[in-house]
C-alpha cells in the first residue's frame, strides 16, 4: 500500500524567506510523486512531478523539489517566497498502475508574512 | 471547454436526501476520477473511469456512493440517503490517457453540505 505524509499541517515563513514544505512516502512499488497547489476557491494544479531520472525537479512559480529514496522524501522548496505563493500545497503519490490513482496527502497550508 | 467543470459548485441538502454531483472532464480525456476532500483528511480516491467503464471503484466508502460516465465524457457522483458525514468538497479531475506521464487536471470541485 502507498502513503504519504506531510509534516506541518500549517507553515508560516516571511516574504523572501526559504519555503521547505515536507513530504515522506511509502510505496512497495517505485513511486512516482507528486506536488499539487490549490489556491482558494480554485482547483488543483500541478506543481512538478517525479516519474524517472533527475531526482531534483523543477517546478513552475520557482519551486523544486528532491527525491531522496534512501530517506523516503520528496520536499518542496523555493528560495524566496512571494506573497502570491500563499496556498494549500499537496503531496501525493502513484504507483502507475492500471489506474495511476493518485494518493494524496493531508496538506500544508503555507501562509506568507509581509 | 478549456478545463473541467464541475457543477452545482456548492450544494445544500438535508440529511436523507439524494444527490447528484457532475463533471465535464477536458474535451477527448479518456480518463476520468472523482476524489473526496474532506477537512484535515486530505483527498481521498472514489473511482476511477477508462471511457465508460470504471476499473476501479476501491475507493467509494459505502454502496450509497455510485458514478458512471456516458459518451466517455460526463460523469454524475450519485451519493443516496446523505449523510453529515458526507459533508465535502467532492473534486473531478480528468487525464488525456490516464497513463503516468498524463497530467490529472482538476475542477474547481462541488462543496456539499448536509443539514
Known amino acids: 500500500a502507498q502513503s504519504v505524509t506531510q509534516l506541518g499541517s500549517h507553515v508560516s515563513v516571511s516574504e523572501g524567506a526559504l519555503v521547505l514544505l515536507r513530504c515522506n512516502y511509502s510505496s512497495s512499488v517505485p513511486p512516482y510523486l507528486f506536488w499539487y497547489v490549490q489556491y482558494p476557491n480554485q482547483g488543483l494544479q500541478l506543481l512538478l512531478k517525479y516519474t524517472t531520472g533527475a531526482t531534483l525537479v523543477k517546478g513552475i512559480n520557482g519551486f523544486e523539489a528532491e527525491f531522496k529514496k534512501s530517506e523516503t522524501s520528496f520536499h518542496l522548496t523555493k528560495p524566496s517566497a512571494h506573497m502570491s505563493d500563499a496556498a494549500e500545497y499537496f503531496c501525493?503519490?502513484?504507483?502507475?498502475?492500471?489506474?495511476?490513482?493518485?494518493?494524496f496527502g493531508t496538506g500544508t497550508l503555507l501562509a506568507v508574512q509581509p | 471547454g478549456a478545463g473541467v467543470s464541475q457543477s452545482p459548485s456548492n450544494k445544500v441538502t438535508e440529511k436523507g436526501k439524494d444527490v447528484e454531483l457532475r463533471c465535464d472532464p477536458i474535451?477527448?480525456?479518456?480518463?476520468l476520477y472523482w476524489y473526496r476532500q474532506s477537512l484535515g483528511q486530505g483527498l481521498e480516491f472514489l473511482i476511477y473511469?477508462?471511457?465508460?467503464?470504471?476499473?476501479?471503484k476501491s475507493g467509494l466508502p459505502s454502496d450509497r456512493f455510485s458514478a458512471e460516465r456516458t459518451g466517455g465524457s460526463v460523469s454524475t457522483l450519485t451519493i443516496q440517503r446523505t449523510q453529515q458525514e458526507d459533508s465535502a468538497v467532492y473534486l473531478c479531475?480528468?487525464?488525456?490517457?490516464?497513463?503516468?506521464?498524463?497530467?490529472?487536471?482538476f475542477g474547481q470541485g462541488t462543496r456539499l453540505t448536509v443539514v
Open positions: 474535451s477527448g480525456h479518456t480518463a
Open positions: 479531475a480528468s487525464s488525456l490517457t490516464g497513463g503516468l506521464f498524463a497530467e490529472a487536471f
Open positions: 501525493a503519490v502513484s504507483g502507475g498502475g492500471a489506474t495511476n490513482k493518485l494518493i
Open positions: 473511469f477508462q471511457g465508460n467503464s470504471a476499473p476501479d
